[in-house]
């Protein structure tokens, strides 16, 4: 079965600072591969996906996912954080056949120090 | 703001009651997902619906079930109320699946309290 892992609960990073959020998946076959950030009071959104091609996925808000299939891994980064990026960050799987029957992480909580 | 509404936005009940929580989907989408993200956790998938009918369910029993209205509007009722039902329960809507680009768009959820 397919399953998603963020091993980091919670992060706290400097405003400024860079980032990265890891994540590593469980799946027979290369999957369709998802960030999505939650912050408070808004419903979930998709920050960048990867279906195919290029491993290194640039997305919005000025974050960037490298897909390593050698590690199973597809790690979030961004070269400066900025105190409205404290959120929920969620990695999200799907498979192939249905990409829109996404599976969730349990998510990494992001606070910035100022 | 995605297009995708929900509704009621807060509730309580009790256990054993019945809940009916309504989801718009945004315009020119015919697919629905419906998750569950209880506090602390990411989303688990529930269902999905297309076309009316349900296209694929997550580890969820049957007390869980769900509609699809022609105009792609969907609900999701919950019998017999738990206490472990309390949640946010998440909307999402997305293309049809043969043109679907992986992109659910969420509305803000309903959350429930099962006191």
């Known amino acids: 079965a397919q399953s998603v892992t963020q091993p980091d609960i919670h992060i706290t990073v400097s405003e400024g600072a860079s980032l990265e959020l890891r994540c590593n998946y469980s799946?027979?076959?290369?999957?369709?591969l998802f960030w999505y950030v939650q912050s408070p009071g808004q419903g979930l959104q998709l920050l960048l996906k990867?279906?195919?091609?290029?491993?290194l996925v640039q997305g919005i808000k000025g974050f960037e996912a490298e897909f390593k299939r050698s590690q199973s891994s597809f790690n979030l980064r961004k070269p400066s954080v900025h105190w409205s990026d404290a959120a929920e960050y969620f990695c999200?799987?799907?498979?192939?056949?249905?990409?829109?029957?996404?599976?969730f992480g349990s998510g990494t909580r992001l606070s910035i120090r100022p | 703001e995605t297009g995708v509404t929900q509704s009621p936005t807060h509730l309580i009940k009790t256990r054993g009651q019945q809940v009916t929580l309504r989801c718009s989907s945004q315009?020119?989408?015919?697919?629905v997902s419906w998750y569950q993200q209880a506090l602390g956790q990411g989303p688990q998938f529930i269902f999905q619906?297309?076309?009316?009918?349900?296209?694929g369910r997550g580890n969820f029993p049957p007390r869980f079930s769900g509609l699809q209205f022609p105009n792609y509007s969907s609900e999701l009722n919950v019998n017999a109320l738990e206490l472990d039902d309390s949640a946010l329960y998440l909307c999402?809507?997305?293309?049809?699946?043969?043109?679907?680009?992986?992109?659910?768009?969420f509305g803000e959820g309903s959350r429930l309290t099962v006191l």
């Open positions: 799946y027979g076959a290369t999957p369709y």
């Open positions: 999200a799987v799907a498979p192939y056949s249905s990409a829109s029957k996404i599976i």
């Open positions: 619906y297309y076309r009316e009918e349900e296209n």
């Open positions: 315009s020119g989408h015919n697919t």
């Open positions: 999402a809507s997305s293309l049809a699946q043969a043109t679907n680009t992986g992109e659910l768009f």
């Open positions: 990867y279906f195919s091609g290029d491993t």
